[in-house]
């Protein structure tokens, strides 16, 4: 594929859609899903450096990749340099195909302490704790941040170019700076004036708001970056990557998915939890998913009370059956 976007030596696709990083959403089980459904790279969940330097479980389960998600990244997250290399070279060890650092993550509990999206407060150290993740590891390492930490320090064309100058292969911006968390609209168009930088040579994926196929190929064509990366409209609508690749070659819809269909994802969705994280975690960490799957279908409401408040694996399967049995004869949504 003479076209493909490459990441360091890796092929991903001619425009691809990534999976964003997510907390308790971008696990095994759902990137399998969104894999399944056209994402052409994924993320981990962002795993906390001190974490992997602990050896701490939860942090270390976090680094299962399989053969059929590749091409896939690990992402990690810290403030203290030297922990940051240490916890590189561990992820680097379970083999993957590209390291992600994330210099984006808003939440207070993480940015305050200067991870995440905290480090917009601090560009010099961006830099050097970039430039020491690349000389630790030898895989492909990319970025994913927003545009800065508030309305007066949107420097990301700058700082997108010092990055680069210390070697990392990728960049993916989020539209919005770390102030305004997920609210009011995401700005592109300083996503675009990094892509159109004479200076910048790596691909840039753009991210924040895309949540329909013609969303994505408006700004494709408007802001002309390399790819999307997809977040919360992933969120139990693994679907959403095919729709958008499919209306992005042919200008047309693919059908939604059936209410059989949908039950038959949320199902293997909670049946894949089961077996990689147990029971507890299965049913909680699942529950976001619900509301999405069966988004739109009338009446839903007390299904969807029971599933977010069902604590037993067998009856959350017996109450997907009854809403399998109970729609049947409904239109798609």
Partial sequence: MSDAV??????????????????????????????????????????????????????VQKLDIFEYERPIGIQIFGYDIDNMREAASIAAEANPDILDINYGCPVKKVSCKGAGAGILRDIPKMVSMTAEIVKAVDKPV?????????????????????????????????????KQMYKGEADWSLIADVKNNPRMNIPVFGNGDIDTPEKAVEYRNRYGVDGIMIGRASIGYPWVF?????????GEHLPKPTIAERVAVARK?????????????????????????????????????????ED???NVFAILREIEEGYVGEPVI
């Fill in 6 to 59: 490459k990441i360091g030596n890796v092929e991903v696709g001619e425009f691809p859609f990534l999976l964003a990083p997510m907390e308790d959403v971008s696990d095994p089980p759902f990137r399998a899903l969104c894999k399944q459904h056209g994402a052409d790279v994924m993320y981990t969940e962002f795993i906390s450096s001190e974490g992997l330097i602990r050896d701490a479980a939860k942090s």
């Fill in 142 to 178: 990319t970025v994913k941040t927003r545009l800065g930490w508030d309305e007066n320090t949107k420097y990301i064309v700058d700082v997108a170019e010092r990055l680069q100058d210390v070697g990392i292969k990728a960049i993916s911006i989020h539209g919005r700076t770390r």
């Fill in 242 to 250: 095919n729709e958008m690749k499919h209306y992005m070659k042919t």
């Fill in 269 to 309: 969705h909670f049946e894949m939890s089961l077996d990689w994280k147990g029971e507890r975690l299965a049913i909680n960490e699942t529950r976001r998913h619900y509301t999405s799957y069966f988004k739109g279908l009338p009446n839903f409401k007390e299904y969807r009370t029971r599933l977010v408040t």
């Fill in 312 to 314: 037993d694996a067998e």
